[in-house]
């Protein structure tokens, strides 16, 4: 199968603090893999790296066979990877349409300029569930629209590959089932990498999953190779349901 993004011994410090040691992942074009692990593991500082927003001490970063290592996070994102954020990155008193048009590569190529007049389709927001929300300014959005919308947001890059970054933060069981059937639809045309706290809702998606714990991967599997894993056992980190 296609590696389509390889890391391999990534190493990150700040200061003295060594946040990560030794990391190497790769993902599988078509597939969706899953990076957990438990608070302060280093999964944000790992994604930061892969997508460009840090530049790794040691090691390398490759997509499609080309090394990316350093690049700034706008030439990856022009390569075709797309991400979102933990922390919702919206403009609020920009419409849902209008947050998903400022992110096409059509917009960015004329320096964002003349937005209002830019005739966008509706694709993206249908994709996300939010069609009939186009007009409606961000902040009015409820919150689990607007986890949606930046989704949509980082599917307007039309990305080979989409990294989230905990997706259903934040939001209530009806919410997160959303979210969930969207990324399960999604996943049929896309690569995706995911970090996710919630462990049920990661199980049921993922077709493979990295588990890191203090700046290192120290499991790797599928879904049910993990429940498996005595550490995995072991830990609250096992408590999924099959």
């Known amino acids: 199968m296609f590696k389509m993004f390889e890391a391999t011994h990534l190493h990150k410090r700040f200061g003295d603090h060594v946040v990560l040691e030794d990391v190497s992942m790769s993902f599988a074009e078509g597939r969706l893999t899953g990076?957990?692990?438990?608070?302060?593991?280093?999964?944000?500082?790992?994604?930061?790296?892969?997508?460009?927003?840090?530049?790794?001490?040691?090691?390398?970063?490759r997509f499609a066979g080309r090394d990316i290592t350093g690049l700034p996070p706008r030439s990856i994102a022009r390569l075709g990877i797309s991400r979102s954020f933990q922390v919702m990155n919206l403009f609020d008193e920009y419409s849902a349409l209008d947050n998903v048009l400022v992110a096409t590569?059509?917009?960015?190529?004329?320096?964002?300029?003349?937005?209002?007049?830019f005739s966008g389709k509706t694709?993206?927001?249908?994709?996300?569930?939010?069609?009939?929300?186009?007009?409606?300014?961000?902040?009015?959005?409820?919150?689990?629209?607007?986890?949606?919308?930046?989704?949509?947001?980082?599917?307007?890059?039309?990305?080979?590959?989409?990294f989230l970054d905990e997706p259903t933060a934040g939001l209530g069981t009806e919410a997160?089932?959303?979210?969930?059937?969207?990324?399960?639809?999604?996943?049929?045309?896309?690569?995706?990498?995911?970090i996710?706290?919630?462990?049920?809702?990661?199980?049921?998606?993922?077709?493979?999953?990295?588990?890191?714990?203090?700046?290192?991967?120290?499991?790797?599997?599928?879904?049910?190779?993990?429940?498996?894993?005595?550490?995995?056992?072991?830990?609250?980190?096992g408590n999924v349901g099959g």
């Open 35 to 61: 990076i957990m692990g438990p608070n302060g593991a280093g999964k944000t500082t790992c994604f930061n790296l892969l997508t460009g927003r840090y530049a790794p001490d040691r090691g390398r970063v």
């Open 123 to 162: 694709d993206v927001l249908e994709r996300v569930g939010l069609a009939d929300k186009a007009h409606v300014r961000a902040k009015d959005l409820s919150y689990g629209e607007r986890r949606a919308l930046e989704i949509g947001v980082a599917l307007a890059a039309r990305p080979q590959l989409l």
């Open 176 to 194: 997160t089932a959303r979210v969930a059937a969207l990324i399960a639809a999604l996943k049929r045309s896309l690569t995706i990498v995911l």
């Open 196 to 237: 996710e706290h919630d462990m049920r809702f990661l199980f049921g998606l993922a077709d493979r999953i990295y588990v890191m714990h203090w700046g290192q991967v120290i499991a790797e599997g599928t879904p049910a190779q993990l429940r498996a894993n005595p550490w995995v056992q072991r830990s609250n980190l």
């Open 105 to 117: 590569p059509e917009v960015r190529a004329r320096g964002y300029s003349m937005l209002g007049n």
